[in-house]
């Protein structure tokens, strides 16, 4: 399946991945933003490497780690293969300002949701989603808590106890 | 009048009783037929994802039972395989055994609630009060393992918190002595009764194609008849040495969803029995130094043990710079981890991937279109745990 899907990006994509890695037997392929749609199109009706099931999208902030010059989210596509039973993931890297990437809502109904989890708590913005809004955070929270520039102490909204403290950042 | 004005817009929850918890659905209703659902969550948020940045790796692992309490030892091995994947290093054969054999009660304990609460939400009331007397007895082995009858973190990095009791054999026996009369009681009370089977038969229906579209996963997939089970496509903690099948459903109902989950109690019983006949002995902990706790008796008598066991308490483990994800086959579907070290002490970030949440996502699909009773149904056949879904 590793050599397939290599074959896969070689042949089509070649100038869409930006990179490729390998960590504890998982292959990633990293994939310019603007490519991302027609990749998991591709791969969601290639017929040999069955792609049916996208398992999980998530994001991660690499804010003042070395890799941030790279992009600091990465947002990361758990795609799974039934009938090879093969996992990989296809991940892409937005920058700090005005993280945008195209949704997958019209390949995956199950995208939905996992988008709107991603764009309410790290703030990564989904183009073309039918209904981006919040999920799991209250309607009058401001910011995005998984972002790591997010206060780890201030309780939002203000309670009686902190309405007038600054936040006090945790690194 | 106007085809718009006919719908009447009605709230469900978020403190319903067959809502198990605090989901809330907007139905719009045209007489009695569900026109549009939309279920509203976060209303459980408590941010562990957050909460488990901050803190050290082993540090981090009760969060992991309060996500989804009614199963807190499948989070826990899901959590504990991810960190050692990241780790990259290996358990003793006895660890596995014993975490497989936990694991399986916990489903089989989640699998009793579920039952019990969805026969409870149709009008069934009396299972409820059966099924809570099997989960007792799987209670008494987490008190006896784990200390806590809920939330036992017993399954740790590395292994486990501290030895299987000495009595471990006898008291699981006791389950599997157990659990298969009440579940003999449970089916003459529902298989074929005939309220059970008019109000699940038919109701909730998703096939196969929809289900793997919106990723469902556990009996939820499988009752379409998708063959997909973590446990035999992708094997972890050595669930490849047992000897057990995955029930699949034809239609995709309630009814099938019921059939499987009590067929999956039965598998896990037999998985449990297989991993105490085969139980190995040895170490209930990896040998890890500076990742892995000692053995608090080491601890005590020997001076490297005790840096170690210092060292490791202050500062933890530095992970190295990379993602794992690992999935692992709760009781309600596939839960996975997604661990981002960054080679400092703390992760990164820890994503779960809960199997309620994806799962909830197509209530819309489940009850649109149906009668506005099949809406608890369809609720209660997913099987969700509010605490997982919005964490």
Redesign the interface.
């Known amino acids: 399946m590793q050599d397939k899907l290599r074959e896969f990006f070689k042949t089509r994509f070649a100038e869409a991945v930006v990179k490729e890695d390998t ?2 037997d ?1 292959l ?1 392929f990293y994939v310019r933003p603007d490519a991302l749609l027609d990749v998991c199109q591709a791969l969601r009706h290639d017929a040999e490497l069955d792609v ?5 999208i ?5 804010l003042g ?1 070395r ?1 941030e010059s790279e992009g600091r989210f990465e947002v ?1 596509y ?1 795609l799974y293969s ?1 009938g090879h ?1 093969y ?1 990989f ?1 296809v991940k892409v890297l937005l920058p700090a300002e005005n993280p945008t990437v195209a949704s997958l809502c019209d390949l ?3 995208a ?3 988008e709107r ?1 991603v764009f309410d ?1 790290m703030g990564v913005r989904f183009a073309g989603h039918p209904d981006l809004t ?5 309607d009058e929270l401001e910011g995005h ?2 972002r790591r520039d ?1 206060p ?1 102490t201030w309780e939002q909204p203000a309670f009686s106890w902190n309405k007038d403290e600054p936040p006090e950042v ?1 690194k | 009048m106007t085809a718009e004005s006919r719908t009447v817009t009605l709230n469900m929850g978020p403190q319903h009783p067959s809502t198990h918890g605090v989901l809330r659905v907007i139905l719009e209703l045209d007489g009695e037929t569900v026109v549009k659902a939309r279920p509203v969550i976060g209303y459980l948020h408590t941010g562990i994802e957050k909460t488990m940045e901050s803190k050290l790796y082993y540090k981090a692992l009760p969060a992991t039972d309060r996500m989804d309490y009614l199963a807190p030892m499948s989070n826990n091995l899901g959590f504990c395989l991810a960190v050692e994947k990241l780790m990259d290093m290996d358990v003793p054969d006895k660890v596995k055994w014993a975490r497989v054999c936990l694991a399986e009660l916990t489903r089989v304990k989640s699998h009793l609630v579920w039952l019990g609460t969805h026969a409870l939400d149709l009008g069934a009331m009396s299972m409820l009060l059966y099924t809570f007397r099997e989960r007792e007895s799987i209670i008494d082995v987490y008190e006896a393992c784990g200390g806590q009858r809920m939330m036992t973190s017993y399954i740790r990095i590395g292994g486990l918190a501290h030895d299987l009791p000495r009595d471990f054999d006898k008291i699981v026996r006791r389950v599997l002595d157990q659990v298969p009369r009440g579940l003999r009681d449970y089916e003459d009370l529902l298989t074929k009764n005939e309220i059970f089977i008019n109000r699940t038969k038919g109701v909730a229906v998703i096939s196969a194609e929809d289900a793997i579209e919106y990723s469902l996963t556990g009996p939820m997939l499988r009752g379409s008849g998708v063959n997909y089970d973590v446990r035999k496509a992708n094997p972890y903690s050595g669930y490849e040495n047992f000897d057990f099948t995955v029930p699949l459903g034809k239609n995709g109902d309630a009814y099938d969803r019921y059939l499987i989950r009590l067929e999956e109690i039965r598998q896990s019983l037999k998985i449990i029995k297989q991993a105490l006949d085969g139980m190995p002995e040895g170490p209930y902990r990896a040998h890890v130094p500076g990742v892995v706790l000692p053995p608090k008796e080491d601890v005590l008598y020997k001076m490297e043990s005790m840096i170690f066991h210092f060292k490791i308490i202050t500062e933890g483990f530095k992970a190295p710079e990379g993602g794992v994800y690992q999935a692992v086959e709760a009781p309600k579907g596939e839960l996975g981890f997604y661990i981002a070290g960054d080679g400092s002490n703390t992760p990164r970030r820890v994503r779960v991937r809960p199997p309620s949440f994806v799962n909830l996502a197509s209530l819309p699909k489940l009850v649109e279109g149906r009668l506005f009773s099949d809406v608890v149904c369809a609720i209660g056949s997913i099987d969700i745990v509010l605490g997982e879904v919005d964490r």
């Open positions: 960590f504890r998982q990633s049916r099931f996208l398992s999980d998530t994001a991660v902030d690499w780690h890799r990361i758990n039934l039973r996992r993931f995956w109904p199950s939905n949701w996992l989890e708590l919040k999920i799991l955070t209250p808590p998984l997010y780890l945790i």
